[in-house]
């Protein structure tokens, strides 16, 4: 008989394990779903058992408060880590969670549950230039990932560029791993916080000592800079470094000699899984698609929520808090007694009113296109050039998927995730949500065992967007549903409904 557990919590995270850990807390029965070996998601990612690093706190800020967090959950909940889920599923008033199990054999399983918390996280968004496709140049999150998964600098004469305070702790955590940092590039002019001054007061020490770090290692700080071109033969040997205007149009360039580029222009949410369940989205302040959800961080979907950077960017700190937020809501919705806290609501609004102030200090600039050549390469896994994209929209092309299907863009093995955001804007629109009906690689075989053991399950037939990608490849407090949800087996509350999240 199948074990239906009252939650699924998708993603290994601060939001997921947070958000897991206070809805067993509140007596709901869990299960966390993560394909990577360890937790932590990509912010506390760390090396493999065996491998320590000298001072591991100094590459994970508040990492004892996740450890102390994941130790108890491990005691109340079923953790299911190296299991890659790749597609979700709502029927009959359950939501079933397709994974491969193992790391190497994978073996299909499902998870069944009442409920769901989506956690997956973001992934970085690059802007494409020329050069950008030689080995040597990375994504910032590339760089970290491997200081603080295999303690591994990146390279030794490394340069930092892109937009946000990200940049920061990449170039600092680099220089203390031994690498010389020639510079961080700040694209932005790095001073639009100060239109927030109380909202930038409590992270005023935490700049500091990022400034100090840097100044330690005699890391200048430049603004209004960019990597504009990379340059080498078989390997990244000096890049373009371009003052830039108010719209990011360069002005004048030099060279800088160097064997690595970090470059990093903010994030992407994960939202394969949202998408697949229909859960409706917004655009976030930068254009971003994201999970729309109310203060208790309910999707539209009835049982479905969502926490942490799948509802916009906004740092762990946040994300731990909304993933408590979601645990009590789930808790609440499945008839769980749960006393109101609002002080965690505030702190929830507080932090999220940060995240908007910094996407406004930190936007990305149309002036980027400028970078480009008709040799540009947009899409790598395609090897589509900036060339075929004006020629599939002087074909007619006139929106990013209409470029897809007649220049290939964003049909390779990452299936958009990195060009998609370039290509929507070469295309003049905002980026779309992903309609991905398969989120990780799969076999066949094992695909076809779940449609077999699932019939009936789709009640339509895929959109064309969802055919097109088939073909390619602590207390809880209680919160109010959305009006557009389903009543919850729990009794209403008669408080009134709170702002949804982007109007906090």
């Not at 940049?167 to 590039?185: I, S």
Request: proline content about 9%.
């Amino acid at each position: 008989m199948t074990r239906i557990h009252d939650l699924a919590v998708i993603g290994a995270g601060p939001a997921g394990v947070a958000g897991a850990l206070t809805a067993a807390l509140s007596g709901l029965d869990v299960v966390l779903v993560d394909g990577a070996t360890r937790p932590g998601g990509q912010y506390f990612r760390r090396p493999a058992e065996g491998f320590r690093a000298a001072r591991p706190g100094a590459l994970h800020r508040g990492l004892d408060r996740f450890t102390r967090q994941w130790e108890t959950l491990r005691e109340r909940a079923e953790v299911l880590l190296r299991h890659r889920v790749w597609a979700v599923e709502r029927a009959d008033g359950a939501i079933t969670v397709r994974c491969l199990e193992g790391d190497r054999e994978e073996r299909p399983r499902t998870v069944t549950a009442r409920g769901l918390l989506i956690a997956t996280g973001a992934y970085d968004r690059p802007l494409p230039f020329p050069g950008w496709d030689l080995p040597g140049v990375l994504t910032a999150g590339g760089a970290q990932a491997l200081l603080k998964g295999d303690l591994v600098g990146a390279g030794s004469r490394v340069v930092v560029a892109g937009t946000g305070p990200f940049l920061l702790p990449v170039a600092a955590g680099l220089a203390d791993a031994g690498a010389r940092v020639l510079g961080v590039h700040e694209a932005n002019g790095g001073f639009g916080l100060a239109r927030h001054p109380l909202l930038a007061a409590g992270r005023v020490g935490e700049a500091l000592g990022y400034g100090a770090r840097l100044a330690r290692h005699r890391i200048p700080y430049r603004r209004r800079e960019a990597v504009v071109a990379a340059h080498g033969d078989t390997a990244l040997t000096h890049v373009t470094v371009a003052s830039l205007d108010g719209d990011w149009r360069p002005t004048a360039t030099r060279t800088v000699e160097c064997d690595t580029l970090a470059c990093g222009y903010g994030f992407v949410p994960q939202l394969d899984l949202p998408v697949q369940l229909d859960c409706a989205t917004r655009r976030d302040l930068d254009g971003s698609p994201v999970v729309a959800v109310d203060a208790g961080m309910r999707t539209s979907v009835p049982g479905v929520y969502a926490a942490g950077e799948s509802t916009g960017v906004g740092g762990a700190v946040l994300a731990e808090v909304e993933g408590r937020l979601a645990g009590r809501s789930a808790a609440a919705d499945l008839g769980r007694p749960v006393p109101p806290d609002p002080a965690l609501t505030r702190r929830a609004a507080r932090l999220s009113a940060f995240a908007h102030a910094l996407q406004e200090a930190y936007p990305v600039r149309a002036g980027w296109q400028d970078w480009l050549r008709d040799d540009t390469l947009v899409c790598r896994c395609e090897e589509v050039p900036l060339s075929a994209v004006r020629r599939a929209q002087a074909m007619g092309a006139a929106d990013a998927r209409s470029v897809k299907l007649l220049a290939r863009p964003g049909m390779g093995w990452c299936q958009g995730r990195m060009c998609g955001y370039a290509v929507a804007c070469l295309a003049g629109e905002d980026p779309a949500p992903p309609r991905r009906p398969i989120a990780q690689p799969v076999r066949l075989g094992d695909l076809a065992a779940a449609t077999s053991a699932s019939p009936g399950r789709r009640e339509a037939p895929p959109a064309p967007e969802e055919a097109e990608s088939l073909a390619e490849t602590g207390a809880p407090e209680v919160l109010p549903r959305p009006a557009h949800a389903e009543p919850p087996p729990a009794p209403a509350t008669d408080r009134p409904e709170p702002p949804r999240k982007d109007e906090r």
